[in-house]
């Protein structure tokens, strides 16, 4: 079946690169054949080497060469930060049925919505195959009379770091002795548009430079997250900075470090895949719902500095049983995401 992959591909944004990647790979080991729209397809056929089409001008010729529409994933379906985005996944979706196309939403989170998002979001979902992350996003879809599958983020189809026994992710790399920790770099993860949580990053980075601990800020959206990781290494100028371009790098580097502190739900997700501790800055509930999930520190803004600095001393290690729940959740999703499209 050749599937076409609708998100915000081609952006360069690393953690919906990483959702590309696991789920794409997820469906070529299937015996399926995905097609991705993309703003950059040169970019997005070198980086994964999925065929890709524009996300506009080559919209009408990639949905009539498919067997079926994938909607997903990532956080497409509100219109907190734009409306135009909404339109547009919601226009393929509609598009997609006028044409006979198979069509599901997969990996996807709902909201947040104003009144109108809601209306249109209800009106589009209705008897397409719903597959969600997270259950804030269930919850929603039952408001809007919708059935929904809990299904793990797209990323969590990635290789972890360690296959050990066949596993995805292997529990002794969650459970590094302390002192193999003693000069990995604490990573720092900034959002762009997030004022409250990159000030609280800055603020956490100058009291760990002053204690002389290692650091590093890592680039998760070159656009977005670059102007934030600058002012950080500004306050602490001994911070190195950290751009990997693909989801693998990403969790090559982030292997390296002795724990993460992410304003990025995908800075999280790939410390786990990662092994390495981690600690989430909750700007959105699908943060909270992941962090809830594998037992991970959190914090809400307004962010109390020395809290956030004795949680960094004294990580709390996610539980890698529920790490590895996820990730076969993750696969057992894209066979239900299969199943509902054939």
Not at 141 to 157: I, K, N, P, S
Not at 220 to 240: F, I, K, N
Not at 292 to 304: K, L, M, R, S
Request: glycine fraction near 10%.
């Amino acid at each position: 079946m050749r599937v076409l992959l609708s998100g915000y591909y081609g952006f360069g944004n690393l953690g919906d690169e990483a959702i590309l990647a696991g789920l794409g790979a997820a469906l070529q080991r299937r015996g399926h054949e995905p097609l991705v729209l993309s703003n950059d397809p040169a970019d997005t056929e070198r980086r994964h080497s999925f065929e890709a089409r524009h996300r506009v001008s080559g919209l009408v010729g990639a949905l009539t060469s498919v067997d079926a529409v994938v909607s997903g994933g990532g956080g497409l379906l509100q219109d907190a930060t734009s409306a135009r985005s909404l339109i547009y996944y919601l226009s393929v979706l509609r598009l997609a049925r006028l044409l006979g196309r198979r069509t599901a939403v997969y990996a996807q989170s709902l909201g947040p919505l104003s009144e109108r998002g809601r209306r249109r979001v209800g009106a589009a979902l209705r008897g397409v195959p719903l597959f969600l992350r997270d259950r804030t996003s269930i919850a929603l879809a039952r408001e809007f009379g919708l059935d929904a599958e809990l299904v793990g983020d797209a990323a969590l189809l990635l290789p972890a770091r360690s296959t050990d026994a066949g596993t995805s992710l292997a529990a002794s790399a969650l459970e590094r002795p302390a002192g193999e920790n003693h000069q990995r770099r604490i990573v720092l993860i900034p959002r762009g548009g997030h004022d409250a949580y990159n000030d609280a990053l800055i603020e956490l980075a100058r009291r760990l430079e002053a204690a002389r601990l290692p650091l590093a800020v890592m680039v998760l959206h070159p656009v977005e997250d670059l102007a934030p990781a600058e002012r950080l290494v500004g306050a602490a100028p001994g911070t190195q900075t950290w751009l990997p371009p693909t989801p693998a790098k990403t969790i090559e580097q982030l292997a390296t470090a002795s724990v993460v502190v992410s304003a990025r739900l995908h800075g999280c997700i790939l410390a786990a895949l990662a092994g390495t501790s981690f600690i989430g800055l909750a700007y959105d509930p699908k943060v909270a719902g992941f962090l809830e999930q594998v037992g991970a520190t959190g914090f809400v803004a307004p962010i109390d500095p020395a809290a956030l600095l004795a949680a960094v001393r004294e990580p709390r290690v996610p539980s890698a049983a529920a790490v590895a729940d996820l990730v076969s959740s993750a696969n057992a999703g894209v066979d239900s995401l299969l199943a509902a499209l054939e």
